[in-house]
C-alpha cells in the first residue's frame, strides 16, 4: 500500500530533473501523474530547458510503474494553458489531489547587468508561475475542500545569493507565497508547504555556467561542481542531492502523515543551513 494510492499528483516543469522525480515517487506511492512542461528553450536561459522528447519519457517511467500519466505542453506563464491543463486533467482523472509547482529556470548575472528581460523571465518563471499553477487549481481544491501544494523553493529562498538576484527575489517571493496561501487555503481544509532544495544534481546546475560559477572561473568542470557540492554540504560523502531526496520530501508533505503540516519550509539540503560560511573573497 502506497502512501498516495489513489491520488492524482499534477505536477509542473515534469519532463526531467525534479520533476520527473516527483512523478516517479509519485507513482511509486501509487499515484496517477499529470505532467506540464514547456518543452522548450528560453532565450535568456544559458542551458538547454527539457523537450518533448523528455516529457514523454516521463511519461513512460510513470506507466513502468503501472500508473497512469497525462503529459501537457504548455508554459506556467501561460495562465490559459496552465487552466486548459487543469481541465484536461479533471476530465481524465476526475479529481487532482495536489500540485507540486516545480518549473524553474536557474540564470546568473549581477543585478546591475541585468536585463528587463532576464529579470521578467525568470520572476514569471519562478515566482508568477508558481502563482498561476496554483490558481489554476485552487478552485478545484476549495471545491472539494482538501487538497495539498508542494512548492519547489530553495536554499536561496532563505539567504542571498551571488550572482543570481532575480533567481533569489523570485525564491524569496515563493516562501511569501506559500505561506499566505496556506492562510487562504487553510479553512478550506487545503494545505500549502514548501521545499527548499540545496545543490541538486540536475542540468540545471550540471552545466557549463553552473561549472563556472561553482569554480569560479570561465572553464570550470563537472570535478568543481562536486567539489563544491561537498564544501556545500554538511553530511558527510554528499555532495549533489539526488533529486529523489526531494522527491521523497514531496511525497510526505503530500501525504496523511503531513496532514497538519501546512504553510512550512523543509530545507532538503544535507545540512547546508546549518553552515554560518566564511568570505571567500574579501575586499580590503
Request: aromatic letters at 6%; one cysteine or more; charged letters at 20%.
Given at each position: 500500500?502506497?502512501?498516495?494510492?489513489?491520488?492524482?499528483?499534477f505536477?509542473?516543469?515534469?519532463?526531467?530533473?525534479?520533476?520527473?522525480?516527483?512523478?516517479?515517487?509519485?507513482?511509486?506511492?501509487?499515484?496517477?501523474?499529470?505532467?506540464?512542461?514547456?518543452?522548450e528553450?528560453?532565450?535568456?536561459?544559458?542551458?538547454?530547458?527539457?523537450?518533448?522528447?523528455?516529457?514523454?519519457?516521463?511519461?513512460?517511467?510513470v506507466?513502468?510503474?503501472?500508473?497512469?500519466?497525462?503529459?501537457?505542453?504548455?508554459?506556467?506563464?501561460?495562465?490559459?494553458?496552465?487552466?486548459?491543463?487543469?481541465?484536461?486533467?479533471?476530465?481524465?482523472?476526475?479529481?487532482?489531489?495536489?500540485?507540486?509547482?516545480?518549473?524553474?529556470?536557474?540564470?546568473?548575472?549581477?543585478?546591475?547587468?541585468?536585463?528587463?528581460?532576464?529579470?521578467?523571465?525568470?520572476?514569471?518563471?519562478?515566482?508568477?508561475?508558481?502563482?498561476?499553477?496554483?490558481?489554476?487549481?485552487?478552485?478545484?481544491?476549495?471545491?472539494?475542500?482538501?487538497?495539498?501544494?508542494?512548492?519547489?523553493?530553495?536554499?536561496?529562498?532563505?539567504?542571498?545569493?551571488?550572482?543570481y538576484a532575480?533567481?533569489?527575489?523570485?525564491?524569496?517571493?515563493?516562501?511569501g507565497?506559500?505561506?499566505?496561501?496556506?492562510?487562504?487555503?487553510?479553512?478550506?481544509?487545503?494545505?500549502c508547504?514548501?521545499?527548499?532544495?540545496?545543490?541538486?544534481?540536475?542540468?540545471?546546475?550540471?552545466?557549463?555556467?553552473?561549472?563556472?560559477?561553482?569554480?569560479?572561473?570561465?572553464?570550470?568542470?563537472?570535478?568543481?561542481?562536486?567539489?563544491?557540492?561537498?564544501?556545500?554540504?554538511?553530511?558527510?560523502?554528499?555532495?549533489?542531492?539526488?533529486?529523489?531526496?526531494?522527491?521523497?520530501?514531496?511525497?510526505?508533505?503530500?501525504?496523511?502523515?503531513?496532514?497538519?503540516?501546512?504553510?512550512?519550509?523543509?530545507?532538503?539540503?544535507?545540512?547546508?543551513?546549518?553552515?554560518?560560511?566564511?568570505?571567500?573573497?574579501?575586499?580590503?
Amino acid at each position: 500500500m502506497g502512501l498516495l494510492d489513489g491520488q492524482v499528483v499534477f505536477i509542473t516543469g515534469g519532463a526531467r530533473g525534479q520533476g520527473r522525480a516527483h512523478a516517479i515517487a509519485s507513482a511509486r506511492e501509487g499515484a496517477d501523474v499529470v505532467l506540464f512542461d514547456r518543452a522548450e528553450d528560453i532565450d535568456t536561459v544559458g542551458y538547454p530547458l527539457a523537450t518533448a522528447d523528455d516529457l514523454q519519457q516521463s511519461v513512460k517511467e510513470v506507466e513502468a510503474i503501472g500508473r497512469r500519466a497525462l503529459s501537457f505542453v504548455g508554459d506556467v506563464r501561460s495562465q490559459t494553458s496552465l487552466d486548459e491543463a487543469v481541465a484536461g486533467a479533471l476530465s481524465e482523472f476526475g479529481k487532482i489531489d495536489a500540485l507540486i509547482a516545480n518549473a524553474g529556470i536557474w540564470a546568473t548575472g549581477q543585478f546591475w547587468e541585468l536585463t528587463d528581460e532576464q529579470w521578467d523571465d525568470m520572476v514569471g518563471t519562478c515566482l508568477t508561475g508558481v502563482w498561476r499553477s496554483i490558481k489554476a487549481v485552487a478552485p478545484h481544491l476549495i471545491e472539494r475542500q482538501q487538497g495539498s501544494i508542494v512548492i519547489t523553493a530553495s536554499v536561496d529562498a532563505l539567504e542571498p545569493g551571488g550572482v543570481y538576484a532575480h533567481y533569489t527575489a523570485a525564491k524569496h517571493g515563493v516562501v511569501g507565497l506559500m505561506k499566505s496561501v496556506a492562510l487562504e487555503l487553510g479553512p478550506h481544509g487545503a494545505r500549502c508547504n514548501a521545499i527548499a532544495p540545496g545543490a541538486v544534481d540536475t542540468l540545471m546546475l550540471n552545466n557549463q555556467p553552473g561549472y563556472d560559477l561553482i569554480s569560479g572561473h570561465p572553464g570550470g568542470s563537472r570535478d568543481d561542481l562536486i567539489e563544491g557540492g561537498h564544501r556545500f554540504n554538511v553530511l558527510k560523502q554528499t555532495h549533489l542531492l539526488d533529486p529523489s531526496n526531494l522527491a521523497d520530501a514531496a511525497v510526505y508533505l503530500n501525504s496523511a502523515m503531513a496532514s497538519r503540516v501546512t504553510g512550512v519550509v523543509l530545507p532538503v539540503d544535507a545540512g547546508h543551513m546549518l553552515l554560518a560560511g566564511f568570505n571567500h573573497a574579501p575586499v580590503r
